[in-house]
């Protein structure tokens, strides 16, 4: 069974209580973000573009637990940056199963083998790893060769250990169904306890934007890694959500279902899109425009998304609030979930045959504003500047000037991490009169560039392949 019954049982009786008190809205698992800090730079991540400062920067042990009473979810994730680098990692862990929370410590792994002595067994810990794919894959994914070896040894001792260990895994345009397929079985063979899949988000600020998939590509992927599978594989995530992959379902976002609490605060409206910062779990839940996000809302920047944060909750719900989800959700205890049959001949069914909906962008390309853009102060530059990628200038009313990053644009007020510091300065809109892209794009480096050179290489190569069998 790839989830505890005990862990199951706590979340059902957490959902049934919420039910009951006629809750329209509540969290199933927080997202605690203790660091961006991380030992890789992968291309398609969201939260490498932040300045030295700010990457230095880490929760507290008491910040941490603070967030974690706020907010009554059953389940904590703890992602990053890489949380295994964070120096009270162990006493957060501790902390959190005191308050019996089920945790999934998400990790690269690199450090898991060094770190697991800090650590004890518990029904209440999962280390869930990253990993992308098969050696090819995750190693192009991460942009580090190597890191495939290393996670698999490192998940191989946590498993001997007694640890819960689970995988996740992200699939960007291009992932072969059929390595994905043999990938699963690898995972499964190891002794993992679950695996968790899910498409890419498109983050604004990762630095590779052209290999996410778009909505029907991601159901044409999933249909041909699932279909005629069931059984195959154990994944910790509900059946429905699986179904809704393949596009045998069709759900808008739940965002409050994962709410993130960072550096920052708690992170508006999700996990995924950095659209402002609630100073407190209630602010965020009450003051936040929830009608705003998801695909059905017209929102530009969640028409493609389909990713486990958004819609696992959207799921749940459905399991919790109708008779055709709960007996869905039943048949597929039995039976698996419930996928489409692919498109085409069958013997094609493993290979992705369309072409993508959009093309990737030129590297030589700028996605948008570069370093030295500047304008007089309106609500369309300062969003400019909080979009941006590296430290910004602010041109003030005195005739005086800050340096640092734009990490919240709320109502009438900014916040500003200065330059070099974790100092941060609350700013009234009104004072300011001038902005300027004065940092480096901390996530435009050369490095990303290369890999996916040889991203787009290894994709042609499985294409001929494919084209000549």
């Known amino acids: 069974m790839p989830v505890p019954v005990s862990q199951m049982a706590t979340v059902a009786l957490y959902v049934a209580k919420q039910k009951l008190q006629r809750r329209k809205r509540y969290p199933l698992a927080l997202m605690l973000e203790p660091l961006y800090r991380c030992n890789l730079a992968c291309a398609g991540c969201g939260k490498i573009q932040y300045p030295s400062n700010i990457l230095k920067t880490q929760l507290s042990y008491e910040e941490c ?45 690199l450090l898991l083998e060094e770190k697991l002595d800090l650590f004890k067994p518990s029904k209440y810990l999962s280390f869930s790893v990253h990993m992308d794919g098969l050696e090819k894959e995750h190693d192009l994914s991460v942009c580090r060769d190597g890191t495939f070896k290393i996670a698999r ?80 594989w154990r994944f910790n995530q509900s059946a429905l959500f699986l179904e809704f992959l393949a596009g045998g379902r069709d759900y808008d976002c739940t965002p409050w279902g994962n709410p993130t609490y960072s550096v920052f605060g708690w992170q508006r409206p999700c996990y995924l899109l950095q659209d402002g ?95 030295g853009w500047s304008a007089p102060a309106s609500p369309e530059s300062l969003r400019v500047a909080f979009e941006y990628r590296g430290d910004v200038t602010l041109h003030l009313e005195d005739d005086s000037r800050v340096d640092g990053y734009l990490s919240n644009l709320s109502g009438d007020t ?53 084209a000549t069998a």
């Not at 992932?175 to 190891?190: G, N, S, V, Y």
């Open 153 to 232: 040894a490192a998940i191989e001792k946590a498993i001997r250990r007694g640890f819960r260990v689970t995988t996740n895994t992200t699939l960007f345009d291009g992932a072969d169904p059929k390595r994905t397929q043999e990938f699963f079985d690898e995972m499964t063979e190891l002794g993992v306890e679950g695996m968790m899949v899910s498409p890419g988000y498109s983050y604004q600020k990762a630095p590779d934007q052209g290999h996410f998939l778009a909505r029907e590509r991601t159901k044409e992927l999933f249909r041909k890694i699932f279909y005629g599978n069931n059984g195959r």
């Open 65 to 109: 637990m603070r967030a974690v009473d706020e907010c009554p979810a059953p389940v904590v994730s703890i992602p990053g940056g890489e949380p295994l680098m964070h120096p009270e990692i162990d006493r957060i862990v501790r902390g959190l199963i005191e308050r019996k929370k089920y945790i999934y410590l998400c990790t690269n792994a």
């Open 414 to 466: 900014l916040r500003l991490w200065c330059r070099g510091e974790t100092a941060q300065l609350e700013i009234p809109i009104r004072q300011v009169k001038h902005v300027e892209l004065s940092g480096r794009d901390t996530a435009s480096g050369k490095s990303w560039q290369t890999w996916m050179k040889k991203q787009e290489a290894a994709q042609r190569e499985a294409a001929e392949a494919a």
């Open 277 to 371: 910062y609630a100073d407190s779990f209630q602010d965020l839940m009450e003051e936040t425009q929830w009608e705003n996000y998801g695909p059905r809302s017209g929102n530009p920047h969640c028409r493609d998304c389909m990713v486990h944060s958004g819609f696992e909750a959207s799921a749940v719900e459905e399991i919790f609030s109708s008779l055709r989800g709960l007996t869905a959700t039943i048949k597929a205890a039995f039976v698996g979930p419930a996928i489409p049959k692919p498109q085409g001949d069958p013997a094609s069914l493993l290979q992705i045959t369309t072409e993508p909906e959009s093309a990737p962008a030129d590297e030589t390309e700028e996605s948008g504003p570069i370093q």
